[in-house]
């Protein structure tokens, strides 16, 4: 079975420095991984995805994201945090079933 | 551009009323879902249907039904309300397989449950 997992429940970071918001998965053959993020009282919008190629994925909002496929990660980056970025992020695996999230990861950027 | 649209957003039930979430989408997608989410536990998806007349079991079916009558609506039915389904209820849509590494969801707004 597929499975998702986010280290971290809450991830604190000022204004201007660089973030990085964990997950790791487990799924049988080649994963489809995608980084969802949900502002509050809002659904799920889509941010980036990884199918194959190139480890380094680009997103919306100046977002990124590495491909690991030795470590089974798949870590969310933005060079530079806007105060705007908090909100709860969740990651997602995709095998062969619909998509399986992380319990989501609360990101705090702070002036 | 309405996307998914869910209603109602706000509902209060006692235990052992029934009711439906009625589910609807506007971009002729094939696929359709029903997650809940509760606070720590991210997101659980109850069920899913690959087009009209078509629907399967996720992780968490049980305590809910679905229908599939139209690719436009995915209405989900609670019979019996129970405590332990408090919770957000997402309804979403894609376009593309379920197997297709191109199946980005997108998501309702989202209905807030909660039975006392």
């Known amino acids: 079975a597929q499975s998702v997992a986010q280290p971290e429940d809450q991830v604190n970071v000022a204004e201007g420095n660089p973030l990085t918001v964990k997950c790791t998965y487990s799924?049988?053959?080649?994963?489809?991984l995608f980084w969802y993020v949900q502002y509050p009282n809002r659904g799920l919008q889509f941010l980036l995805k990884?199918?194959?190629?190139?480890?380094l994925v680009k997103g919306s909002y100046g977002f990124e994201a590495e491909f690991n496929k030795s470590q089974t990660s798949f870590h969310l980056k933005k060079p530079s945090a806007l105060v705007s970025d908090s909100a709860l992020y969740f990651c997602?695996?995709?095998?062969?079933?619909?998509?399986?999230f992380g319990k989501g990861t609360r990101l705090s950027v702070i002036a | 551009n309405a996307g998914v649209t869910q209603t109602p957003k706000f509902r209060i039930l006692k235990i052992g009323q029934s009711m439906t979430l009625q589910c609807a989408q506007d971009?002729?997608?094939?696929?359709m879902y029903w997650y809940r989410q509760d606070p720590g536990m991210g997101l659980k998806l109850i069920y899913y249907?690959?087009?009209?007349?078509?629907?399967d079991k996720g992780e968490v079916p049980n305590g809910y039904n679905v229908s599939r009558s139209t690719t436009e609506d995915f209405p989900l039915r609670l019979e019996l309300a129970a405590p332990s389904q408090t919770s957000v209820y997402f309804c979403?849509?894609?376009?593309?397989?379920?197997?297709?590494?191109?199946?980005?969801?997108?998501f309702g707004a989202g209905s807030r449950l909660t039975v006392l």
């Open positions: 971009m002729n997608h094939n696929y």
């Open positions: 799924v049988s053959g080649n994963p489809y």
């Open positions: 979403a849509s894609s376009r593309d397989s379920i197997i297709s590494g191109a199946n980005v969801l997108t």
């Open positions: 990884y199918i194959t190629g190139d480890n």
């Open positions: 997602a695996v995709s095998g062969n079933t619909p998509l399986v």
């Open positions: 249907s690959v087009g009209a007349g078509i629907t």
